[in-house]
């Protein structure tokens, strides 16, 4: 795993780290961005813009649900950065519009923007909201976290 690392993160720039365009190579991305921007905001788990390899191997184990020295907590936070498109530590409509836009286009497939926005109002029903409309970190740990079917 550490010589398919070192070879990423060598591909732009040599400096051990992977930075956003070597996580989107990897990822092979297909235009879906917003999704592949937030899995990057997952696995930079210090927010530096970049990965080590420590980060890269825990968060896979994360994202693979194999992480057991990581406390869920931990494992909350950095499933709500994907959907937090934006950073402002809310997952707002618009940012959940985003997320599944680019997470359909990633994977060739074409939705309407009307089922679209009937999934983002279905899903914003299930949690308490800001005053404001969106979700914030406690909701989505309540809400989320509280059934097996997924995190949002």
């Known amino acids: 795993m550490y010589v398919n690392f ?34 990057f905001r997952m696995f930079d788990r210090d927010n530096s813009g970049g990965i080590d390899f420590v980060e890269f191997v825990t968060s896979l184990a994360i994202y693979q649900s194999k992480a057991r020295n990581v406390s869920d907590a931990e494992k909350q936070r950095l499933f709500f950065k994907i959907y937090d498109s934006d950073g402002d530590n809310e997952i707002s409509q618009m940012d959940l519009k985003k997320m599944l836009n680019s997470c359909f286009l990633s994977n060739f497939m074409e939705v309407s923007e009307a089922d679209i926005e009937e999934l983002v109002q279905a899903t914003f029903q299930k949690y308490d909201l800001t005053p404001r409309g969106t979700i914030d970190f406690q909701s989505y740990c309540k809400n989320a976290f509280s059934h097996k079917s997924g995190y949002m």
């Open 6 to 39: 070192k070879k990423l993160s060598a591909s732009v720039k040599d400096d051990n780290l992977i930075d956003p365009q070597e996580f989107r190579e990897m990822m092979a991305c297909h235009g879906g961005s917003v999704f592949i921007d937030g899995l």
